[in-house]
């Protein structure tokens, strides 16, 4: 990793999940983050053993009321001098309205002070189609986003915010312009999108709206990696949170109110684009060396007489999930230095999207 | 910081306390581990707003019966292939037992494979003659070192644990024998030994044990620097647990009973000497860059007016504790590459000790 840190002093307040073992919500944002030189604060909404893609787990949640708590603990003792909030997974409404509030005051604080607080949130929701909150975590989310300065859904939350069905670059502008619109989002970037479930590729699109509300619209395309990994959305979460600020800090931007550039900016130039651009290129690098990695200890599992397929179902299953949880303290180099760098695309508003038509990545492997 | 990690792959559970802001516990034990190179499974014994040093604090404490159930969440999942379990911080006797559990635990599943499991125990108890848990957290640690690998007591946590007042060398060499060869604990590093407190140097004193119980011991004085810091007994433990896993793997020692080198072995040339110097160069850098900082930013508060001196007391007392918060992310690479390195001494069993003849560390600043 780069020896000197990428962004200047930087204070995160992270409310996410923690879990012991594995890597997803702020055991991977907050370490991402502090790794990258960000000073972080983290506020835990469940403290579980492990993730709950091994479809079994113990632990606990944080209350909305013990969250609350925990602020009150901060404010109390003059420490909540944030210059950044990423909130992500909340298990429940009530968790959700808690951020909420913690949100709502920390702008309320830094509002004489155009660009001196921003919130990224990632509304976690669900994924493909399957919702994996409580329903009314949909609506509590919907309230937020007045006050957020970027969110990040993936396709499926984007329809749930939007109430959008999205088919196609049409659908999709049309939900980014309307949270834009409605909602007065000023940022947003959808973190995975794919009409073809065959396609190579994964599209991330993003955008930073204009003082009309309009869209200034940019994809990024990369090849799609055939391993299901865990906590993905968190590490896109934190790496682009350090990434928008060192791009803000190199356009001299902090001081403009959500570090909106000025129209004339092209989609291309925004730093949300520079940003996205740098983030994939560190995820790419390590998805590929986890998927390495997973690959030769379920090979090394099976062995020679393929023990694995012995073992029952849920074992097998068990095996595959750790095997598969992203390798990150052995290749921190790759978050502060990413070896490839995937370009940002202009996509006009109407564009008709085919998959088929996708241009080749540069310097990406499948 | 460096960018190959320092170890071999290292799993870790680390067991401490977790706080939302600054550096106690979790927060700097699990961060520091992981920078440099380890996978580290935090379970967190307390969700605080803040350490204690603040004089206030919100959140809650995990009771025994939940840390039990997340260990259990691991074990169902076959998540609890640790090389290394550290552990700090408990709030009561009850967890204290609850973690031995653990460590007993993956100690028996290690059996058949002397050295693939090593446990470092912080007994956590108080600083200088002031305890800061339960009266019967005492009694439950004396009960956890017959498993202990490793154990890092201050002067004052030896005392507790050895039921030996500790005025002198002589004293200081009775209470480790003691604890080699009444519990066989096989490696112990006192943390801090200050006779006299108007010393301008601090020792830290460790020994590993021959065969036969009796101690090899080394010393390394340290400049003494003139500021509360929290969270460092948490970072001296974790730097250990690195650069111990670092120097045992340079000997080749990892299938010796732990880590244990053979009686021919000088003090000074013990894989845990060598640990602790780079331990202390490391620590002594980021503390004294935290001292500047904080003298700095104090000085800032101040001003020209001297608005601190207006404030209560009690909002001075935040704002120095804030200030000494020990600077970390932007100071990684000390952590790896620390710029200075303390030598360790042979201390031999009877040295009568007198502060004021210790000599002049090299390099080191007061």
Redesign the interface.
């Known amino acids: ?1 780069s ?1 000197e ?1 990428l962004v200047p ?1 930087t204070k995160v ?1 992270a409310i996410a999940s ?1 879990v ?3 890597r997803v919500g702020n ?1 991977m944002a907050a ?1 991402v983050m ?2 990258l ?8 909404t469940v ?4 993730h709950l893609g ?1 479809r ?5 949640k ?1 209350s909305a009321d ?1 969250i609350s ?6 404010k ?4 909540t001098d944030f210059d950044i909030m990423l909130t992500g997974y909340a298990p429940n409404a009530k968790a959700v309205d808690a951020i909420g509030a913690i949100g709502r005051d920390l702008k309320l604080k830094a509002s004489t002070k155009p660009g001196s607080f921003f919130w990224v949130l990632d509304p976690v929701m669900g994924d493909e189609g399957r919702i994996y909150v409580d329903e009314d975590v949909i609506p509590a989310y919907r309230g937020l986003l007045r006050d957020a300065d970027l969110i990040l859904p993936n396709q499926f939350e984007l329809e749930l915010l939007s109430e959008i069905e999205i088919r196609s670059t049409l659908d999709l502008t049309k939900a980014i312009t309307k949270l834009h619109q409605d909602y007065r989002v000023p940022h947003i970037v959808v973190t995975s999108v794919r009409f073809d479930p065959l396609s190579p590729f994964i599209s991330i699109v993003g955008s930073t709206s204009c003082a009309d509300g309009s869209p200034r619209l940019f994809k990024v395309d990369v090849p799609a990696i055939d391993c299901f990994f865990s906590g993905t959305g968190d590490m896109f979460a934190a790496l682009t949170v350090v990434r928008l600020r060192e791009a803000v800090s190199n356009e001299g931007l902090f001081a403009s109110k959500a570090w909106q550039s000025p129209d004339e900016t092209d989609a291309l130039e925004l730093p949300l684009a520079k940003a996205v651009e740098k983030v994939l290129g560190s995820m790419h690098v390590i998805l590929q060396k986890t998927k390495v990695a997973r690959d030769a200890e379920l090979e090394k599992m099976s062995g020679p007489q393929g023990a694995i397929e012995k073992d029952s179902e849920k ?1 097998v299953h ?2 595959k ?2 095997a598969a949880e992203v390798r990150l ?2 290749n ?2 790759d978050l502060g230095e990413p070896a490839i760098c995937h370009q940002a695309q202009a996509l006009t508003k109407t564009e008709s999207w085919n998959p088929a038509r996708l241009p080749q990545p540069k310097g990406g492997t499948a």
């Open positions: 990793m020896v840190p002093e307040l923690h012991v073992y594995g055991t370490f502090q790794t030189g960000c000073e972080v604060a983290a506020l835990n403290h579980y053993s492990n091994y079994q787990s113990k632990g606990t944080t013990d708590d925990l602020y009150v603990g901060l109390q003792s003059y420490l074992r068990l095996r999930t750790k303290v052995r921190l180099r």
